[in-house]
């Protein structure tokens, strides 16, 4: 199978696939590879936080021209994998000199699975592009088409905690991975002091008290297809509830628009995870993280949103409460400012690239040291 995700979370998610017991797992572009039967796909789906997609291939052929491309769809015995009363959808991916379109190579395909239907039985499922009981993705990539069958349905990342959003929520996937880069052990507090609608802190609430990324999702495309097995479903569900754990330290988070602390809590508080996160409207000059040792993962604003004068006024403000408030602490930022770091004033311990969408970022890391101002200071 191959689960999808974002450029720079591959190895990530490489993991998150052998922790829930996936076999010869293979990190390519923006995807990782692995071996598994349907349980591992259900687990995949519920359980991968850095996975945007889970695809069971169906069939693999060559094509370099129309004709090819809709025998080698024909071939498949569509019927096998759906009824008549399903509803279907195709998505492309072409990266191919033979095929110029995407649109034209779903239609082709969709085109080979109505005449299919057609020959066969006379009749035929339709298209849904909305909500679909069955989605379908072709590749092609050269002359090489991949045709698989989407278990996920809608993107992983529509985890199904959140009502309301900000201006630039940042995409869950993504602030779990961070999360997972940044190899917090849930043995100690963590901070969002940029929160905005809360999607880190809901990501961090998530992997501290192990629930799954999918626990809140209404459904999954698996559930749709013939072979659903709901026995082994219900299982994987109920053995996550059973897993839950309780997390000892804090989950706080501050932002300094009220506004975005009120969209905040009503996401917190419809995913009933309000016990396990503290909000407050702050400046982060102002908010002082509990003592100790912690972790502070946050995303401020984009810089090309801002005048190159204000980046550089806010990451200087942002270096300098990190060294006032934050010593104990790991500070993990994300820009898509590649320079922005330089006006932080301190020096980064690692710097990661990760995308955001298309936008490239850095992550960084800063560990704050007493006297990290004295001696760690690049500035
Ligand atoms: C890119 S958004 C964060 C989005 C967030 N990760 C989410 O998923 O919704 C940046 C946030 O920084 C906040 N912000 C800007 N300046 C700030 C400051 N000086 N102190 C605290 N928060 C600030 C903004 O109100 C905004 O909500």
Redesign the pocket.
């Known amino acids: 199978m191959i689960a999808k995700t974002f450029a720079g979370l591959e190895d990530v998610l490489a993991e998150e696939l052998r922790n829930i017991g996936c076999e010869n797992i293979k990190p390519l572009r923006r995807a990782v590879e692995f071996h598994g039967d349907n349980i591992a796909m259900y687990k995949a789906n519920y359980w991968c936080r850095t996975a945007l997609r889970i695809l069971k291939p169906v069939k693999l052929f060559n094509a370099v021209n129309e004709e090819e491309l809709y025998k080698g769809v024909s071939e498949i015995e569509w019927w096998t994998l759906m009824d008549i009363e399903d509803t279907f959808a195709i998505d492309s991916v072409v990266n191919s000199s033979y095929f110029n379109h995407s649109k034209f190579v779903a239609l082709k395909t969709k085109d080979a699975i109505a005449d299919c239907f057609r020959k066969k039985f006379d009749k035929r499922p339709s298209v849904d592009t909305e909500n679909p009981s069955v989605r379908i993705n072709i590749r092609v990539f050269n002359d090489e088409v991949t045709v698989s069958l989407d278990s996920s349905g809608t993107s992983l990342h529509r985890r199904g905690y959140r009502i309301e959003?900000?201006?630039?929520?940042?995409n869950e996937v993504l602030?779990a991975g961070m999360i997972l880069l940044s190899d917090w052990k849930r043995d100690c507090h963590f901070v969002?002091?940029?929160?905005?609608?809360?999607?880190?802190l809901m990501e961090a609430a998530l992997i501290a008290n192990k629930i799954p990324p999918g626990f809140y999702r209404q459904s999954f495309g698996f559930e749709k297809w013939k072979d659903f097995d709901a026995e082994a479903w219900e299982k994987i569900k109920d053995d996550a509830i059973a897993g839950q754990q309780e997390f000892e330290h804090k989950i706080i988070g501050?932002?300094?628009?009220g506004k975005?602390i009120s969209i905040s809590r009503n996401n917190i508080r419809n995913a009933r995870m309000h016990k396990d996160i503290d909000l407050q409207a702050?400046?982060?000059?102002d908010?002082i993280p509990p003592a100790g040792k912690g972790i502070m993962i946050?995303?401020?604003?984009?810089g090309e949103r801002m005048k190159v004068e204000d980046v550089k006024s806010?990451y200087k403000?942002i270096g300098d409460t990190l060294k006032k408030n934050y010593a104990g602490y790991d500070a993990w930022i994300i820009s898509s400012d590649l320079e922005a770091h330089k006006f932080v004033g301190l020096r980064p311990s690692r710097k990661i690239k990760v995308f955001n969408g298309p936008l490239e970022c850095r992550f960084l890391k800063f560990s704050i040291y007493e006297g990290s101002k004295k001696f760690r200071n690049n500035a």
Do not use: E, V
């Open positions: 959003t900000g201006l630039a929520p940042i602030a969002d002091p940029m929160c905005g609608s809360g999607t880190i501050s932002d300094i628009s975005m702050s400046n982060i000059t908010y946050t995303n401020p604003p984009y806010l403000k």
